[in-house]
């Protein structure tokens, strides 16, 4: 009990307002060599060490963040969950991080905040419904839940959206998947650093990665700012720059990196249960616990690697949010920031080894990455441990492009909700 935030705990600190709150995870010093190391602190670093420890048994483990644990994309999203997708492979792996994202928390013993308020993406044309239809049956056969929902049971889930005859875009019907929903990024982060932690991994903070060291084609170590590590195995999970980090151990991968802009609007009364995806465009919006609406839309369409973002994304993503409920036009932006996506040309992921022995690839996430982690993390150190992958993460592989393997998640429906 005395591991556990308790009602007594929380009491006890606004009584002692002086007192501090203990670290959640131990931010280590690196030592000279470790079993295996992970490039990259955030939500699938961290997660791959978790289960590398937990599934594993392999506990000497270091996870190397150049920055503070949660700066990069884990802390930088708009915190969706969900396992609506209709590729077979896609379909298995995120319905398998749901599951994990059901008793995370639990499994942690930190609270996670996973909210499973439910996803509804809308239709704006017969077209999309009927699109919609298909993918609720994949997800069926698959025994994930989905209900397709017509324009009359839009209206009682979503009274607040535009249904007059004026709306730009008229609501024709919607998909639901209510197991979906949202949890606290920051959460996320801490509770996968302080499970991993008490598990024995290392946490290691400010920490730069600046090279790989080789030995007869070989992964052997990493160069870091803070001195050589010697390592028997060594993963690469760093989001945005996950292509520049490959360059360094001369590997040269299909992968773009993008800015995703994401916005919050001042607090209002509770009125957004769900999370909304709208189909005239990628858009999606949720409402925050502490009343803010928290939405977002496409990238920026052109390389960077800077998580500032631009004047005509931020107009186009308000304009759709406009359009969508009219009633945001008279709330005022709280804030809004950016994150950076490693792309891929067919809007999946890599989990995988790579073609220099010991060295293993996790990116390539586009829009996918936060609602991913657990299962990330699960496959991931399975792959890593055994030298080989899951059954899960088996089509995620680097050749798949060479051997028209392609999991063209985009092309086959996300036109109508793009991921």
């Known amino acids: 009990m005395s591991n556990r935030y308790s009602a007594f705990a929380v009491a006890r600190h606004a009584l002692q307002p002086d007192l501090p709150w ?7 010093e690196p030592k000279k060599s470790y079993d295996a190391v992970i490039v990259g602190g955030g939500g699938h670093g961290l997660a791959t060490a978790y289960y590398l420890a937990k599934n594993h048994g392999l506990t000497n483990v270091a996870v190397l963040e150049r920055s503070w644990i949660g700066s990069g994309n884990v802390g930088r999203n708009t915190t969706i969950i969900r396992s609506n997708y209709q590729i077979d492979g896609n379909t298995q792996f995120f319905e398998h991080s749901l599951k994990l994202w059901e008793g995370l928390s ?49 209206m009682k889930l979503l009274p607040y959206l535009d249904y007059s005859n004026d709306a730009r875009w008229k609501i024709y019907g919607a998909l639901l998947q209510r197991r979906a929903g949202t949890a606290r990024h920051d959460a996320v982060a801490w509770g996968y650093a302080r499970a991993a932690g008490r598990l024995g991994a290392d946490i290691i903070e400010n920490c730069e990665v600046t090279g790989f060291v080789m030995e007869n084609g070989k992964a052997t170590g990493v160069e870091t700012s803070r001195g050589t590590i010697n390592t028997g195995k060594v993963a690469i999970a760093v989001a945005g720059h996950t292509s520049h980090v490959a360059a360094m151990a001369g590997l040269r991968l299909p992968v773009e990196s993008h800015v995703l802009q994401a916005f919050v609007t001042e607090p209002v009364k509770p009125m957004v249960d769900h999370v909304v995806s709208w189909g005239a465009e990628l858009f999606y919006l949720s409402q925050s616990d502490k009343g803010g609406l928290v939405f977002g839309g496409h990238i920026d369409g ?18 759709c949010a406009v359009s969508l409920m009219p009633f945001v036009s008279r709330l005022r932006l709280l804030r809004h920031w950016g994150g950076i996506m490693d792309m891929t040309p067919d809007g999946s992921p890599f989990i995988c080894k790579t073609p220099v022995r010991n060295l293993y690839l996790n990116g390539g996430w586009c829009y996918q990455g936060f609602k991913a982690a657990p299962a990330s993390g699960w496959t991931f150190a399975h792959t890593i441990a055994n030298d080989d992958e899951h059954d899960l993460n088996r089509c995620f592989s680097l050749d798949r492009f060479e051997k028209g393997g392609e999991m063209d998640e985009y092309g086959l429906g996300n036109w109508t909700y793009k991921q």
């Open 302 to 319: 052109f390389n960077t690697y800077t998580q500032r973002g631009q004047f005509p994304k931020m107009q186009s993503v308000v304009e």
């Open 22 to 28: 203990p670290r959640a995870w131990t931010s280590a």
């Open 106 to 154: 639990h499994d942690l013993n930190f609270n996670c905040m996973v909210s499973h308020r439910g996803q509804i993406v809308l239709a704006v044309s017969l077209v999309q419904l009927d699109t919609l239809a298909r993918k609720g049956n994949i997800m069926r056969l698959n025994g994930i839940d989905a209900e397709l929902l017509d324009r009359g049971e839009v």
